[in-house]
């Protein structure tokens, strides 16, 4: 099994490899003049990692799910599109995103929840790959069409009712991966305010060098995560599960074996007035 996490300098010497297949996966987030939710892709036909193809997370994901969320589509629609990338079991597949590693994440764990665990995260994105100097093209890549096989693991992702069991149980460790302001009930953008009961707050922009975007070196990681990794299970949520990917992602660096992402998250826990919320004093 590979590696959940490479750096540039492995991509940078296996470019030419005809079994790797490096994918960007960015969505932009604009919050002026008001929050739109924008594919990467016009930034991506621009400048991208040579031998880069695009995907699109707001295609990959439910097309039937409400606007601005990324829930999981079904297998035979995320089998389509990963085949249409050119990944099968037979490839190797770098994600990286030019934000916070999380739709990186995201894409990395829709594909472990699928089966296919031939997946690694770039370490620092687009950010570190640029600040390094590290080759770019404009060229649009095209890999022969696969088969991608989905395998389903539904232990990976969670509904609201296991969240709502998960509160009362002990073994079971619910982490929040948004920002704290909106993690303490301070902010309310997703129609009420507050956090899950018993939720523990690990942000996703905390577990990141802010200026390279790598994730913080593996013994602080251990640290901000220890409460979580004696759990026998871990749920991460976050607005609507791209943030919770990237809690996921490190808690399964780290070598917990039982995780699983609240795939519908505050978007969905909120508009539900008699699931609890937490605020704060």
């Not at 990467?40 to 990959?60: E, Q, T, Y």
């Not at 953008?189 to 996703?204: F, K, L, S």
Request: hydrophobic content about 40%; overall charge positive.
């Amino acid at each position: 099994m590979v590696s959940p996490l490479i750096e540039t300098e492995w991509l940078e010497k296996h470019l030419g490899d005809d079994n790797l297949r490096i994918v960007n996966a960015t969505v932009q987030v604009k919050l002026w003049p008001f929050p739109r939710i924008l594919s990467g892709k016009r930034n991506f036909k621009k400048r991208h990692i040579p031998g880069a193809v695009f995907a699109d997370l707001l295609k990959i994901s439910n097309p039937n799910s409400p606007k601005r969320t990324f829930t999981l589509p079904t297998a035979a629609h995320f089998a389509e599109c990963m085949s249409k990338l050119g990944i099968d079991e037979g490839v190797r597949v770098v994600i990286y995103d030019e934000r916070e590693n999380m739709w990186a994440a995201r894409l990395w764990w829709m594909l472990r929840t699928f089966g296919f665990d031939n997946a690694s995260i770039l370490n620092g994105g687009w950010s570190a790959w640029t600040l390094e100097s590290r080759p770019i093209s404009k060229e649009i890549k095209n890999y022969p069409r696969a088969e991608f096989v989905p395998s389903f693991r539904p232990e990976l992702i969670v509904d609201k009712n296991e969240v709502l069991n998960a509160i009362e149980q002990n073994d079971i460790c619910i982490v929040s991966a948004l920002g704290r302001r909106q993690h303490r009930g301070e902010r309310n953008e997703y129609g009420r305010r507050g956090h899950i009961p018993g939720a523990m707050n690990v942000t996703a922009w905390e577990i990141l060098d802010r200026t390279t975007k790598r994730y913080r070196p593996k013994e602080e990681l251990q640290k901000l995560f220890e409460p979580m990794l004696n759990k026998k299970r871990v749920i991460t949520y976050c607005g609507g599960g791209i943030a919770a990917s990237s809690d996921a992602f490190i808690l399964h660096m780290l070598g917990h074996q039982n995780v699983a992402v609240y795939d519908g998250g505050l978007m969905e826990w909120c508009k539900d007035k008699s699931l609890p919320l937490v605020i704060d004093s």
